[in-house]
């Protein structure tokens, strides 16, 4: 039995969103894949150009350093190299810092697509999405994605003890339900800060924080003098005006 009730966001249920959160993730190992294959004809097209580099003059520290490559990694090529073809110094110092290039847009879209994944962690564990499942569908690997879940559940947990705490001091009680499976309980979790923030929002007592990837969105209080700013302004507005 689900601990969640109801609908999860926007009028839609828990099952809707499931599907929505599984078609991204199908995206994103599609992705994956795509970038996978091109990863391996670039480093192909590396090795060779390396080849290419060495026989023209260019020392290993050298093509290192232009294309991005460990200098480790550029000697184990070097070490089992064949016959490469001789081409002008000019022209193998171009194709070097092409590989350099294209190796840099590789670090950048493989870090857009890691982003989009961890973006998705929270509604996974809302929907009761497992890790294992989450790394089977979108190709990462399993303590990848435990580490992921892990980070936003401690980060959603460390909130949850703050407001225990407030609660204990109140003569009130907001512990979870107890004899959770894990999956339960991370829905539990996403769950009780989606109704705290819904209730701060509705009360006008806070507004939102990007915490980024991993931890989502905070719900911060208000100032107290903006706050009291606002109450000395209602005062001054209803206040009556003597007359002379």
């Known amino acids: 039995m689900s601990v969640v ?7 839609k249920t828990l099952e809707e969103v ?18 996978d294959s091109a990863e391996r004809n670039g480093l192909r097209d590396a090795r060779r150009r390396v080849a290419e580099a060495a026989a023209a003059g ?5 093509a290192a350093h232009a294309t991005g490559y460990a200098l480790k990694t550029v000697t184990r090529w070097l070490a089992k190299r064949s016959e490469a073809r001789a081409v ?6 171009d194709h070097l810092h092409r590989v350099g290039e294209r ?5 950048v879209s493989e870090r857009k697509i890691a982003a989009r994944a961890r973006g998705l962690v929270r509604k996974s564990m809302e ?6 499942e989450f790394a089977e569908v979108t190709g990462y690997m399993v303590n990848t994605i435990t580490k992921w879940f892990s980070s936003v559940r ?25 004899h959770l499976s894990p999956a339960q309980y991370d829905q539990w979790l996403v769950q009780e800060d989606r109704r705290r ?6 009360h006008g007592l806070g507004r939102r924080l990007n915490l980024g990837l991993e931890g989502g969105w905070l719900e911060v209080p208000a100032s107290p003098s903006r706050y009291k700013k606002s109450l000395r302004g209602k005062a001054a507005r209803g206040r009556k005006r003597s007359r002379r």
């Open 58 to 62: 260019i020392s290993a520290e050298e």
């Open 18 to 35: 499931a599907r929505e959160v599984r078609v991204e993730l199908t995206r994103i190992g599609r992705r994956r894949k795509r970038f």
């Open 154 to 178: 401690q980060s959603m947990e460390q909130a949850q003890r703050q407001r225990e705490l407030a609660s204990v001091r109140r003569g009130k009680r907001n512990r979870p339900p107890q």
């Open 103 to 107: 190796r840099r847009q590789a670090d």
């Open 197 to 202: 923030r819904l209730v701060l929002r509705s």
């Open 5 to 11: 009730k109801g609908p999860c966001s926007h009028g």
């Open 88 to 93: 002008p110094v000019e022209r193998a110092w």
């Open 127 to 132: 929907v009761g999405i497992e890790t294992t």
